[in-house]
């Protein structure tokens, strides 16, 4: 599966928007791109996924560019609960593994 | 409430006992997953049971021995464990394995387990 590349944390203010950046420049045609969140010592929560266009649903958009090799998450009004670990995973076709890296440490300042 | 639960949500345990976790989902799905997220460790892939049946074992060591009697149950039995298995114990499910792409894992809260 591709690798994913994130930034370790990001800070946003209560009511605007969070835009967490991913790149998987190795993607392919086959992958989807999955995002999921984290609260501390919480399981993994499911937000969004996508192959080729965006996808919007009450959570959340996820933008994925035209070549596929990055995308973006996109949080419209964020808030408190928010804050948490959001990781970014590419998976392949007839792949089990959900894998997990670093993710990015969103944390919403009032 | 993502339709998966866990018990128990914290378990403390010495080397020497025996334990089991338990996880049921509430969604319909025919696969269920085990992972170990150990502290500042990507998740790791443990088990995985499409229609009862194990399909994947990631060579997770004999001391861990999973048990699926039917798609809405899980079970991970624990014995003589190391302190070093301390870890958060996540169990998931998706409408079907990986046959078709793209199925979807929601995972339940998890187990907070401690070795002494």
């Known amino acids: 599966d591709a690798k994913t590349t994130q930034p370790p944390s990001m800070d946003c203010a209560e009511g605007r928007a969070a835009n967490l950046p991913c790149n998987h420049s190795?993607?392919?045609?086959?992958?989807?791109v999955y995002w999921y969140r984290q609260i501390h010592s919480q399981g993994p929560q499911y937000i969004i996924h996508?192959?080729?266009n965006n996808e919007t649903n009450e959570m959340a958009s996820l933008i994925i560019t035209e070549d596929r090799k990055s995308s973006t998450l996109i949080l419209p009004h964020a808030t408190l609960r928010d804050t948490a670990v959001y990781y970014c995973i590419v998976r392949g076709y007839n792949n089990n593994d959900m894998r997990f890296g670093a993710g990015t440490r969103l944390t919403v300042k009032p | 409430e993502t339709g998966v639960t866990q018990t128990p949500r914290h378990l403390v345990m010495g080397m020497t006992n025996k334990k089991s976790l338990k996880c049921e989902q509430h969604l319909g799905h025919n696969a269920m997953y085990w992972y170990k997220q150990s502290a500042k460790k990507p998740l790791e892939l443990m088990f995985v049971y499409n229609f009862k049946e194990q399909t994947e074992n990631n060579s997770v060591p004999s001391r861990f021995s999973p048990e699926c009697p039917n798609s809405s149950h899980l079970f991970l039995h624990l014995h003589t464990l190391q302190p070093e298995d301390s870890a958060l114990y996540l169990c998931?499910?998706?409408?079907?394995?990986?046959?078709?792409?793209?199925?979807?894992?929601?995972f339940g809260p998890g187990t907070r387990l401690l070795v002494l």
């Open positions: 998931a499910s998706s409408q079907d394995g990986a046959r078709t792409g793209g199925e979807t894992q929601y």
């Open positions: 190795t993607i392919s045609g086959n992958e989807y």
């Open positions: 996508g192959l080729k």
